[in-house]
């Protein structure tokens, strides 16, 4: 038994869940309890921490079971034919802090040297590189004719992947 990661149609993680749990697959829906604000009223729901997708513990023999339920798009995989099992520990990891009170917050995964745009504060619109320096992100705007380039530091909740 490993743990897989899967892809399913979007906002559908919560039907899959279901489905895959009346076939009797282990699931794992991390679900963050967040404010919705609409017009006319604000109200709390849990949402996918990670939207789009969700974890399954089984064997290889039923991921065929898995990938044929209602609303899984695909198995997420290195190789197009073999899904690649997630490591127990990142998965026990995330139902540790599930588990606690700690608020959680979706975030992109961002490494450093990636083209990233700001999306909030002063530089909103910027697009530029991520580097780290001295334990602050910064945003460098380069110049390619003149190779040269200019840094801001900035918060890495206001910047979004390109």
Request: aromatic share 8%.
């Amino acid at each position: 038994m490993k743990w897989y990661a899967i892809h399913t149609r979007s906002r559908h993680e919560k039907q899959v869940d279901t489905f895959l749990r009346e076939r009797g697959i282990e699931t794992f829906l991390p679900l963050v309890h967040t404010l919705s604000r609409r017009k006319d009223r604000k109200t709390y729901i849990d949402i996918p921490l990670f939207p789009g997708y969700m974890f399954v513990n089984t064997d290889k023999e039923r991921l065929f079971d898995v990938k044929y339920t209602r609303g899984v798009t695909r198995i997420i995989g290195t190789d197009v034919d073999a899904p690649t099992p997630i490591p127990d520990k990142q998965i026990l990891d995330m139902k540790s802090i599930m588990e606690t009170d700690v608020q959680l917050d979706p975030f992109p995964y961002l490494e450093k040297g990636r083209t990233v745009r700001v999306k909030a504060g002063p530089l909103k619109g910027v697009e530029g590189v991520l580097v780290e320096r001295k334990g602050h992100y910064k945003l460098v705007i380069r110049i390619d004719l003149l190779q040269k380039g200019a840094a801001a530091e900035v918060y890495i909740s206001d910047i979004e992947p390109i």
